[in-house]
């Protein structure tokens, strides 16, 4: 069964709106991280932000916030006032509590355009 | 910080041949991970190393791929021999115990022909 899911292949947004970028997930553990990480057409995997499982806010760096909604099992990133250089592939990632199991397990992916 | 260093960044290499990704996880950190990137199956975890030992190889193809971490400061990928369904970027990604995000490198693109 898929771990992270991302149903969207492909979003489009206008310069300056705010965008939000769907994941879902699915975990037994109650320790586990969430993470995006944004890969440019340069390749490069960069990562954006991280919600703890635990954690009681909402995760924000700068002008992405992550919308988490335990109950639901969903982190969906949300992008304000998107810029042209916004425009990446996006991962949605999970990393589960285990005792010395820190790898990550990605989602398939949103590709983000960026239209001026 | 330099980051975590992958070489070669581009690999062309004959169906058969031996293949060796190399990896400089950042100073400090305890954890490697080797990944896979392909447009059909995503990324995909292959190796995880926790203090220079492996965890958990589960994701490694078959025996053609082996990886070593003979140190804190060095990581290898070998496959052996490669074939073109091999054909991939490979990542390496380091981390630390109190970090929760992963550092990746820029990736070797490599194409078995």
């Known amino acids: 069964a898929q771990k992270i899911t991302q149903t969207q292949p492909g979003m489009f947004v206008q310069e300056k709106e705010a965008v939000t970028l769907d994941c879902t997930y699915d975990t037994s553990d109650p320790s586990y991280g969430l993470f995006w990480y944004k890969q440019p057409s340069s390749g490069e995997m960069i990562f954006l932000i991280y919600q703890g499982s635990y954690d009681q806010q909402n995760a924000t760096e700068g002008r992405y916030s992550l919308n988490f909604q335990k109950a639901r099992k969903s982190a969906n990133l949300v992008i304000s006032a998107s810029q042209l250089g916004d425009s990446a592939m996006y991962f949605c990632a999970m990393r589960e509590g285990t005792t010395g199991r820190r790898a990550l397990t990605f989602g398939s992916g949103t590709r983000l355009q960026v239209q001026p | 910080d330099a980051g975590v260093i992958q070489s070669p960044r581009h690999e062309v290499t004959e169906m058969g041949q031996e293949v060796t990704l190399r990896c400089k996880p950042i100073?400090?950190?305890?954890?490697l991970f080797w990944y896979r990137q392909t447009m059909m199956r995503g990324l995909e975890l292959l190796i995880y190393?926790?203090?220079?030992?492996?965890?958990?190889d589960s994701g490694m193809p078959e025996d053609r791929f082996s990886a070593k971490m003979p140190n804190a400061s060095f990581s290898t990928l070998k496959i052996q021999p490669s074939e073109p369904r091999d054909s991939a970027v490979y990542f390496c990604?380091?981390?630390?115990?109190?970090?929760?995000?992963?550092?990746f490198g820029q990736g070797t693109r490599l194409t078995v022909v």
């Open positions: 100073s400090g950190h305890n954890s």
């Open positions: 990604a380091s981390s630390r115990t109190g970090l929760a995000e992963a550092f």
């Open positions: 190393f926790n203090n220079n030992v492996p965890i958990d």
